[in-house]
């Protein structure tokens, strides 16, 4: 009877997996970073900084402004002279006056300001792309540390089945013991329990895969109802050296943020500074300019040219603004700095760590898989001895809960080493999936 179950159960997974989409974790990754909003977000950002990144924004180009009015005015006109006879008193009067100009400017100087914005601008795009890769970084690490999560689930989930499939060999020849006279109820009734628990962890076990995979879906953008079979291994590559690592570390996307960071407030202060130099601008364009009047001195006065010109502009005092603003804008350099010494600091940190987990798990999984083989061994033993009745019942528990406690044991050094490796390359930002 629980033989066929399980033949049944591993039919059904069969069925399912026939059914369901097959995710590698290369799709997954490519999923995730053609859906991630995080990334699109960085993407978006960089497109500004791109757009920005721009000479004129920067001030450095001419600006030319074309402008016009035309003004009709009524008015009361009351105009005496030497002569009486030519006194002139009337209401109504109407008069027009028709302007307009073309001028351009450009700046000249102004203490290196332009210079200064322009570069500005060249670290802020610099700063969007590393913080754009970063992110892609970020997205491949956290969606593999999940899908191997998955893996790991599952390998516990055999684990269980392994263990069911013991249960079950147990039952069955306490059963046959029992038709012979040789065993009792007590023994059916306890192996029955624990089949019954190995049952309802098997359950339990395959809700936490279930919702593992929610949780990846999640990260990859996809409806959580999506069916999918997720059939790995955990590779471990053997071949990271610390030094390689710590080295491509200090060079990573957010690090070299943070020295933009510092560059463009360095740059922020220079523009600041240039706000207490003197301005020269040129300026040049055409003017034109017509008044008629029905009555008055003047029925008509029309002018028109070129004109040119330069225009100085000198600060002398606006309530130390600028002084205060510079001040400030230094203060955020040294803030800069301490947060990029930090977060050298904390980088350096992590990567040793981590690397010490990476080699210690790689150490111990030699020995956990020797290990997990002499228990599976020991275990297959154990039964074949308690069938033919040279071992007890205690003997074959405790030799299923080490086989149990060493392939769970495996399986989390295996899982922990993937993961510090997952980490060192995302720190290293050679992570390729």
Request: no cysteine.
């Amino acid at each position: 009877m629980r033989k066929t179950f399980l033949y049944f159960i591993g039919a059904l997974l069969t069925l399912q997996a026939t059914s369901q989409q097959v995710l590698t974790l290369p799709n997954a990754v490519a999923i995730a970073l053609k859906n991630s909003y995080d990334i699109q977000l960085a993407k978006d950002n960089l497109d500004i900084a791109a757009i920005n990144n721009n000479i004129g924004i920067a001030g450095g180009l001419p600006t030319v402004n074309a402008t016009a009015s035309d003004n009709e005015t009524v008015t009361s006109i009351n105009q005496k002279f030497p002569d009486p006879s030519r006194d002139l008193k009337r209401s109504g009067v109407s008069s027009n006056t028709l302007t307009g100009a073309v001028t351009g400017g450009i700046l000249l100087f102004n203490g290196f300001r332009v210079k200064a914005a322009k570069k500005r601008l060249e670290e802020l795009e610099l700063l969007n792309k590393n913080l754009l890769n970063a992110q892609i970084q970020n997205t491949m690490a956290g969606v593999a540390n999940q899908y191997y999560d998955i893996v790991r689930q599952q390998y516990f989930l055999q684990t269980i089945h392994k263990s069911m499939e013991v249960a079950s060999e147990r039952l069955r020849i306490l059963k046959s013991r029992k038709e012979a006279g040789l065993a009792n109820n007590a023994d059916i009734f306890q192996a029955d329990l624990d089949y019954n628990v190995l049952v309802q962890q098997a359950e339990a076990q395959q809700l936490v895969i279930n919702q593992g995979k929610v949780n990846l879906l999640n990260l990859i953008f996809v409806r959580p109802d999506s069916a999918i079979v997720v059939k790995d291994t955990i590779i471990i590559d053997n071949q990271i050296n610390f030094q390689e690592i710590r080295n491509a570390a200090l060079q990573n996307p957010q690090i070299s943020a943070s020295e933009q960071q510092i560059k463009i407030n360095q740059l922020l202060e220079r523009e600041i500074a240039a706000l207490r130099a003197p301005t020269l601008r040129g300026t040049t364009g055409f003017n034109y300019s017509n008044t008629t009047s029905a009555a008055g001195f003047i029925l008509q006065n029309q002018s028109s040219g070129p004109f040119v010109g330069l225009n100085l502009a000198i600060p002398l005092y606006n309530g130390s603004i600028n002084k205060r603003q510079q001040k400030i804008a230094e203060i955020n350099t040294r803030i800069a700095k301490t947060q990029r010494d930090a977060f050298l600091l904390s980088v350096e940190t992590g990567a040793l760590k981590t690397y010490q987990v990476y080699t210690s798990t790689k150490a111990q999984i030699q020995t956990a898989q020797q290990n997990y083989e002499l228990s599976k061994k020991l275990l297959d033993l154990v039964v074949e001895r308690f069938a033919l009745g040279a071992s007890t019942i205690i003997d074959l528990k405790v030799a299923q809960q080490s086989y149990e406690n060493e392939a769970y044991r495996l399986i989390n050094l295996s899982y922990a080493a993937k993961i510090a490796e997952i980490e060192l390359k995302r720190l290293s930002n050679t992570l390729a999936l």
